[in-house]
């Protein structure tokens, strides 16, 4: 086994571990299984990845979203370390060769979503696997209780009985104690280590701000708080629209979702991340896995959902612990909107089952067929077509993946992929006899490299056409002939979302639906709103303390640099300057009346506010500027008036 500090230092450049991390690594080392719950920023993936990298075999990483597969892909490869994924957008070659080479080659991490566990080949090829770790990612999926609950995880239970020995490390951010009770016991964990970090956050300030021209407020920050930042909103049509505004004040900007082709959206992150561009204004498909340390402020234009959500978005500002703000902006018409929006996320059982049944209509699937099948997706042609309204076949279809039942990927605008599917010596004999292919079939070799032979490859046809000096359909034309005659399989980059049907097709009427759980969710997701409501709309207590007590989390201190705690002092000071005015005015009426009874004194002042002159007393006498004499009456202690 090899060191695990030297493993930090050769792939990631760090001396040392952050505080649980190397506790949390050296408990999965030793085969016991492991809770982590560490605040946005502090460092989860290393706590899965560096054992992995000090042992033999490989880790089934478990994850929900495809785009945060891609980007911890991505992000290990760019370490040197041989990582895959697999998710809906592959074929079946492409998923056959990725879960092979987890066998017979050194594949060291692999990324599946949760419905894959329960596949046929996913059970056989993890059977023959040396898995060395089951890493659950975004765990509190898996809990009722938490705020993005994913029925799919349940299914993790039982894949786990195919790995009796292999200990489950189980990550998130944000779980409360129910969730974590929840994790626990949903992912059978015995005896398992919890490794916790209190998730108050010293260099980041939180304020939220009742604000009319939100604009305005937005504006005002964003000059004030210089550096890099994200606002977060809540329709992809907002992004664009409040991108172009800061453009036209001054600020450079950027709109992302997960609408956009996936060049532009990373061509646009990568331009944030390069500090090109300051400011990204965002849906909340964007921030997860992304590792940028200078984010000096998140400013939330629209309230999320709940404070979970809120507490990892903001998070992403100031990871290099320096100073940063969180900021959320609102109005009362936000507040109701709040409420409005839980309540079109739960369409009504009949519209559900009217969404299914349109489904299985429009790919004409029958009864007890299509499992695990995939098609393009359009939803504005789906709902025209049956005559239903977009905006409820959004949160049905939601809703229907939330249950289990069809599993939806916004994956266009990826890149094409090719794999070669014979080895070096039968390419040669192929080149040989198709001569007009050779020029061709060695560019894309040059291009692309060796990797071509072991796994599916990302390419652009027109980085292709441009150095093979052609164009882009005879680019097209030659892939298509090498695809025909199986010298590659190409995979086109898909131009639409796809829609993956999880199950065999039910009759609508009998679909299984979970009614009473879904009514429970909605209970739920009303509550977490009400307490998004109530940390926005508070002006007393501390809100990194309103936060730390949503997490169950409650011998923390005031931090000091909240809007509340710096208005508190504010007030305070300002209660000083009048308790010490009005103190000087109590001596100098004693030193011209003479003693007095506090009852008697009182009633002189009796249009002052009571607390201000008891606490004007108080001080008086503590500072020994006057005292009581022998009749019980108070005087001023020096003969001489001030």
């Known amino acids: 086994m090899t060191d695990i500090r030297s493993v930090l230092k050769q792939y990631w450049g760090y001396d040392a571990f952050r505080p649980f991390q190397e506790d949390a690594i050296q408990a999965v080392l030793k085969g016991m299984d492991a809770l982590v719950l560490l605040p946005t920023g502090g460092g989860k993936s290393i706590c899965f990845q560096v054992p992995v990298m000090a042992s033999e075999g490989v880790c089934i990483v478990v994850t929900p979203l495809i785009a945060l597969m891609k980007d911890q892909v991505e992000q290990l490869k760019r370490r040197h370390i041989p990582a895959a994924a697999i998710h809906s957008g592959m074929s079946k070659t492409e998923i056959d060769i990725t879960l092979d080479n987890c066998i017979h080659g050194n594949t060291k991490f692999l990324y599946v979503s949760p419905e894959r566990l329960r596949t046929d080949i996913m059970i056989a090829r993890t059977k023959r696997m040396k898995v060395c770790l089951l890493a659950i990612d975004e765990a509190h999926c898996i ?15 039982d ?67 210089q550096g890099t930042g994200i606002v977060y909103v809540r329709t992809r049509k ?52 992304i590792d940028k340390p200078d984010v000096r ?63 299985a209509n429009y790919y004409k699937i029958a009864i007890g ?29 939601k809703l229907l993946e939330e249950e289990g039942f069809v599993q939806l990927s916004e994956s266009f605008g990826d890149s094409s992929k090719i794999h070669f599917l014979v080895d070096n010596r039968q390419l040669y004999d192929f080149q040989i006899r198709y001569q007009e292919m050779d020029s061709f079939i060695k560019l894309i070799l040059r291009m692309y490299g060796g990797e071509l032979f072991t796994e599916y490859v990302r390419i652009s046809e027109t980085e292709l056409a441009q150095i093979h000096f052609a164009n882009v359909p005879e680019i097209l ?28 097709r039910y009759d609508s009427s009998l679909l299984p639906l979970n009614v009473f759980e879904i009514q429970k969710r909605k209970d739920r997701d009303l509550q977490k709103a009400q307490a998004v409501i109530r940390y926005a709309s508070h002006t007393k207590r501390c809100r990194t303390l309103l936060l730390l007590e949503y997490f169950h989390e409650y011998d923390a201190e005031e931090c000091g640099v909240c809007d509340i705690c710096i208005q508190n002092r504010k007030n305070e000071a300002a209660r000083d300057a009048v308790v010490d005015d009005w103190g000087e005015q109590i001596t100098h009426f004693l030193y011209r009346e003479g003693p007095m009874l506090p009852a008697e004194l009182s009633r002189a002042f009796e249009n002052l506010p009571g607390e201000v002159f008891l606490k ?27």
């Open 143 to 157: 809990s009722a209780w938490g705020y993005d609950f994913r029925p799919s995880y349940l299914l993790i239970a």
């Open 159 to 225: 894949f786990r009985k195919l790995l009796p020995k292999v200990p489950v490390m189980a990550l998130t951010a944000t779980a409360t104690e129910e969730v974590r009770t929840d994790i626990l016991d949903k992912l059978e964990m015995r005896n398992a280590r919890v490794f916790k970090q209190s998730f108050a956050r010293a260099n980041l300030s939180y304020s939220a701000f009742p604000e009319e021209s939100k604009e305005r407020k937005l504006l005002q920050i964003l000059r004030n708080v």
């Open 238 to 289: 907002r992004t664009k629209e409040l991108a172009d505004w800061l453009n036209r004040q001054g600020i450079s900007a950027t709109s992302y979702h997960a609408g956009l082709p996936f060049k532009d959206r990373s061509e646009r992150q990568t331009a944030w991340i390069q500090n090109r561009i300051r400011i990204v204004v965002a849906t909340n498909a964007f921030g997860m896995g």
């Open 297 to 359: 402020a998140v400013i939330h234009f629209d309230l999320p959902d709940n404070l979970e959500a809120y507490y990892q978005e903001a998070g992403r500002a100031g990871r290099d612990e320096k100073k940063a703000y969180a900021v959320a902006l609102f109005n009362k018409i936000d507040l109701e909107e709040l409420i409005d929006s839980i309540e079109r996320k739960y369409p009504p059982v009949e519209m559900l089952r009217r969404v299914y049944q349109a489904l």
């Open 369 to 397: 067929a299509g499992e695990l099948s995939g098609f393009d997706f359009d939803i504005q042609e789906f709902a025209g077509i049956f005559g239903l309204p977009v905006s409820e076949t959004h949160y049905a279809l």
């Open 477 to 504: 034309r030659k892939l298509k002939f090498l695809a025909e005659r199986e010298i590659i399989d190409y995979e086109p980059r898909r131009d639409k979302p796809q829609l993956t049907f999880l199950t065999p």
């Open 616 to 642: 004007a007393l108080q001080e008086l006498i503590q500072e020994e500027a006057i005292h009581y004499n022998e009749q019980g009456m108070l005087t001023p202690t020096n003969k001489t008036q001030p």
